[in-house]
Each structure stands twice: as C-alpha cells, then as structure tokens.
C-alpha cells in the first residue's frame, strides 16, 4: 500500500512538471523556410553522428502570446536533439529556460533552421517574445562547463553556473549589454577590421562584415574595427532588447535565414555584432579586473 502512495506520488510529480515545462515552454513559432547547417559547436557532434542537415520546410505563423506573465531571469540556448542539457534546471533552478532544439522540426521548442550556430536560437527567442520579456535574459552555450569543451567560459572549471551565479543582475539592468567573458582573448582589442590592409585571407568574419553591418545598421559608417571579448555568450536587459524594434531582430534573422555564408562564417558575424546590436560601441573591450568587479562579484580576483 505504502509503495502504491509512493509510486501514485511520483506519477503525479512527473505529471505537474510536465503541465509545468509545456507550459513555460510554450512559445508561437513564426517559421520560414530554412536551408540549414548547425551551430559550430553543435555541428562537429552532429557531423559526427552522421545526421542528415538540411530540411526545407514551413509551419504557419502562429500569433505571439502574452498571457504567461514574464519571468524576472531566463536563460536562452540551442541545442541539438542528441544534446543533454538537463543540467540548466538542476544546477541553475531560478532561472526559467528556453531552450531550442535546432534540428528537430518537430520539438515544441524549435527553430525554423538550424543556421549561424547560437545565432538562431537567440534571435528566435527575441522575435518571439519581444512583447513579453523577461527582465534579464542570459544567453548561453548549452556545455555545462570543463576544459576543452566549454573553455570560453570565464568562471571556476569553466562552469556556466558558476559564472551565472555570481553575475550582478543589477549590474545587467544597470548596462544593458555585458559580455559574460571578460578574458579579453579571442575578441579585444581588434579582432574584425573590416578594412584591414593588407586583407588576412583566413579572417572571413571581417571579409564578410560589411554587407551585414549597412544592412543591419541602416547603413551607418562602417568601423574600422569591431572587438568584443569572443564567444557569443552574454546577458542583456528587457530594456535593452526593446531600444531597437522587433522588425530590427526579424530583419537580423531573415539574414540569417537567407545568406549563403557558411554557419562559422554567420555565426560570427553575429557573436561580434551583439555587442553593437544591444548599444555598445563597436570596439567593447572592459579591463578584465574591472569587469570582473562590476559584471561579476569577482572583486578580489587578479587576472
Ligand atoms: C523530435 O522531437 C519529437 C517531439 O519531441 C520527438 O518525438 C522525436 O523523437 C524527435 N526526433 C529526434 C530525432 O530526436
């Protein structure tokens, strides 16, 4: 009888979590159609395994929902299907997650292509909640943490919670953009010079910039140097998101979805464009101690 009660309770808490993460997944999809290639990351696995990329296909545009009040944290990421990414909810459990499958059409929480690496998930989740933010939103790499894997995340063992776990959300509404890598290499001081004389023929992130940077940009002067610590992983604030339109992101992620640049290739033009998209100079390169002080409560640490 006992075991009954034990075994009826456990049935009934899968049965809540699952009400619960359909629920906080839920999200409207506006599907285009979609040539793909995976994350840089998440593509050597996929590569690996075998998978077959590439699917052509179309789901209708389903409105935005608003009923669900925003969340005051959340964290965003892509993954592929065969990617364990259960460790966000065990080891970082205040912060609400929405995370992508970008290779599998048919997940409730998906994209319209797996294109760009990381870019993809995160502009998707900006075009489809731009009405309904969460207050701060991290967006992350889906490795937990350790070397080599996740050796861009600047924290102890290279863990992303213990880098999300000592940021200052304060600090996060305070700036609107940080970077949550603050070791200046790869990225600062000069990494994509657009105009670089003479050209460096492996650098294709720079060989590739300035088509995006006027399109994006409403043709503004083109810098002649964009640097931002690496990695595409980086926290923004609700207020920050909502300073350029939502028709800005989709237009980011129709590029996206559209260009013939290989996904390293986009993904980076991306990961050194966040920075400028959310209103920082192009050249964002903070002292390391200092930004571990502010970004992070890591004030007594010396690089
Ligand atoms: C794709 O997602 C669906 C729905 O969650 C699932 O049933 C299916 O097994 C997934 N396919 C792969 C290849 O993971």
């Not at 050597?44 to 998978?51: I, L, M, R, T, V």
């Not at 965003?76 to 929405?98: A, I, R």
């Not at 309904?132 to 995340?153: C, D, M, Q, S, V």
């Not at 720079?206 to 994006?216: D, I, K, V």
């Amino acid at each position: 009888m006992r075991r009954f009660h034990r075994l009826a309770a456990a049935l009934f808490t899968i049965l809540v979590l699952v009400l619960v993460f359909r629920d906080s997944d839920r999200i409207s999809t506006t599907s285009k159609s979609t040539i793909s290639a995976a994350p840089t990351d998440l593509r050597q696995k996929s590569e690996h395994d075998g998978e077959v990329e590439s699917s052509v296909t179309s789901s209708p545009v389903v409105p935005i929902t608003t009923s669900t009040p925003a969340a005051e944290k959340a964290i965003v990421m892509g993954k592929l299907s065969n990617e364990d990414t259960s460790w966000v909810h065990e080891e970082l459990p205040d912060w609400e997650t929405h995370i992508y499958m970008v290779d599998n059409q048919s997940a409730s929480l998906h994209t319209a292509a797996n294109k760009g690496r990381e870019a993809m998930p995160y502009l998707t989740f900006i075009v489809d909640h731009y009405r309904n933010l969460p207050k701060t939103i991290a967006f992350l790499h889906n490795h937990r943490g350790g070397f080599p894997e996740a050796w861009h995340n600047d924290a102890p063992d290279y863990l992303a919670k213990n880098m999300l776990d000592r940021l200052k959300i304060d600090y996060v509404q305070e700036s609107g953009y940080v970077n949550l890598r603050c070791i200046h290499i790869p990225g600062c001081p000069d990494e994509v010079q657009m105009f670089r004389n003479p050209p460096e023929g492996h650098r294709t992130v720079e060989h590739n910039m300035l088509g995006p940077w006027q399109l994006f940009f409403s043709n503004t002067e083109p810098p002649p140097v964009i640097a931002a610590p690496c990695c595409a992983q980086f926290a923004v604030s609700r207020n920050q998101v909502l300073k350029r339109p939502l028709d800005d992101y989709e237009m980011y992620r129709k590029w996206l979805l559209e260009t013939q640049l290989d996904d390293d290739t986009s993904g980076r033009v991306f990961e050194y464009l966040w920075h400028v998209i959310f209103g920082k100079e192009p050249v964002f390169c903070p002292d390391i101690e200092e930004c571990w002080c502010k970004v992070f409560d890591r004030c007594d640490e010396v690089a």
